[in-house]
């Protein structure tokens, strides 16, 4: 059973403006989460992460949304560049043992 | 350079042949894991290592095994693969919890 969800395959977005990714999770022991970006024939590389006890965390054009009553993240990248195309995952875990990953969510930029 | 290595990047095996992809950190990290990606699935974690000789079962351990006779090694062994687990494998590794994973650039296997 999947405990990290990403119900949007892809996502298309003008150059400029803001990119949002979702992530749902079912597991309420859940207490640290992250976002990933990853190119064709890389492995997948760290963006931001956040902990249970904040419900926002920003790294400059990356911000995470974290709202645990709804079990829900999010991802806004403002603005989006044509670079930031890629598939991004995001991740969740319970004290750091395991990882828990959703299906990926593929992103276009377009110029 | 900080970095996670794993070899090699692409391996075609035939069913039954035992083969083992190598992960190795330059990190020090305590923490080494192995994933699997396959279409619609996203990453699976087949098994996870808190430390040297410590090593847990993660989600589809099943045909797999691993060991961390050293920190900085965490071998991936198939003893006797079959064609479902060709898939993308990446290793990776992280100082502690909670901290991010650092991921290596992957093992593509393909088993016939």
């Known amino acids: 059973d999947q405990q990290v969800k990403q119900n949007s395959p892809s996502l298309s977005v003008q150059e400029g403006r803001i990119s949002i990714l979702n992530c749902d999770y079912t597991?309420?022991?859940?207490?640290?989460f992250l976002w990933y970006k990853k190119y064709p024939a890389e492995g997948p590389t760290f963006l931001i992460s956040i902990s249970s006890i904040k419900d926002k965390n920003e790294d400059g054009r990356f911000t995470v949304f974290l709202n645990k009553s709804a079990k829900h993240l999010s991802l806004h990248i403002v603005p989006s560049q044509p670079g930031d195309s890629a598939v991004y995952f995001c991740a969740a875990s319970a004290r750091g043992n395991q990882f828990y990953f959703g299906t990926g969510t593929s992103l276009t930029v377009i110029p | 350079e900080a970095q996670v290595t794993q070899n090699p990047r692409y391996l075609i095996t035939v069913t039954g042949k035992k083969l083992t992809v190598t992960c190795s950190q330059n990190m020090n990290h305590e923490y080494m894991s192995w994933y699997r990606q396959d279409p619609g699935l996203g990453l699976r974690q087949i098994y996870y290592?808190?430390?040297?000789?410590?090593?847990d079962k993660g989600d589809v351990p099943e045909g797999y095994k691993v060991s961390r006779k050293e920190k900085r090694n965490f071998p991936l062994i198939l003893e006797s693969p079959s064609p479902n687990q060709t898939s993308l494998y990446f290793c990776?590794?992280?100082?502690?919890?909670?901290?991010?994973?650092?991921f290596g650039n992957g093992t593509r296997l393909t088993v016939t």
């Open positions: 290592s808190m430390n040297v000789e410590v090593t």
């Open positions: 990776a590794s992280s100082p502690g919890q909670p901290s991010p994973l650092h």
């Open positions: 597991n309420s022991m859940f207490d640290y």
